[in-house]
């Protein structure tokens, strides 16, 4: 039974075995982002490399971003707009099949709610991605709500767009193959950046807003070569293996 077909039996859920802690590329993978720049950080090289392995990549983006800066003079509206105009120019980056999905919440106020889980459930049963991405819910002592709030809501959206009996007018139930959660409590998935940490930093090197708030680039700092170095520093790998990014992968969805 492929992907997204029929509804599983009820005792499956808790008999599972644990699911393979290996993951080639999807026809179709679908990453959820907190912020702007969120899902370059946590998957950018992957989502890379998968796009150039000729994989439908598309992203969704929870809040305007107007909140990235710690500059009080900014102004957060026209900071929201930058932002924005910044995701789409490294989506494109990336090799993304269309311009980020963008939905609108305020920056730091993020909530879940009905009406936000039904357009996650929408946007996953129109896509109907192979693989989902998104933050770790359950990462522990998380000081930064949006990042948990939106791990929340895809996981919840998940379990409803695979289910008939919710919402049928949102489309045809929808179950994805994987669930990779980035800045994971329990890494036990390495995808190997291999040739596209270069590419993950250029990606990163759009959103120029960022650069003095969150990314620590001075104006004489010429930023890919300083990002590479600082993605290389910071990558989970294991001895003697390529860098990395690191994923916990979820099969029993």
Not at 74 to 86: H, I, N, Q
Not at 219 to 241: I, N, T, Y
Request: hydrophobic residues 45%.
């Amino acid at each position: 039974m492929s992907a997204g077909e029929g509804q599983r039996e009820g005792y499956a859920t808790y008999l599972a075995e644990p699911g393979p802690r290996a993951f080639g590329t999807p026809a179709s993978a679908l990453a959820f982002g907190a912020h702007p720049d969120d899902i370059e950080f946590g998957a950018g090289a992957t989502l890379a490399r998968w796009a150039a392995s000729g994989a439908d990549i598309r992203l969704a983006i929870f809040t305007d971003g107007r909140r990235g800066t710690w500059d009080p003079e900014v102004d957060p509206l026209e900071l929201a707009l930058a932002r924005s105009r910044e995701a789409e120019a490294s989506a494109k980056v990336i090799g993304a099949t269309s311009p980020p999905t963008l939905l609108g919440e305020t920056d730091g106020e993020l909530a879940t709610s009905t009406g936000l889980v039904m357009r996650v459930v929408a946007l996953i049963r129109g896509v109907r991605p192979e693989a989902v991405i998104t933050h770790d819910p359950w990462k522990r002592y998380r000081i930064h709500p949006d990042h948990r709030i939106a791990g929340e809501v895809v996981v919840d959206a998940l379990s409803k767009a695979r289910d008939c009996t919710f919402w049928p007018e949102l489309g045809p139930a929808w179950r994805p193959a994987a669930l990779l959660l980035f800045e994971a409590e329990e890494v036990d998935l390495l995808q190997p950046m291999d040739g596209f940490v270069a590419v993950k930093a250029r990606a990163l090197a759009e959103h120029r807003s960022q650069y003095r708030s969150s990314y620590g680039i001075a104006s004489d700092v010429e930023p890919v070569a300083h990002l590479v170095a600082r993605l290389l520093a910071a990558s989970p790998s294991q001895k003697g293996e390529a860098p990395s990014e690191g994923f916990k992968l979820v099969t029993d969805l």
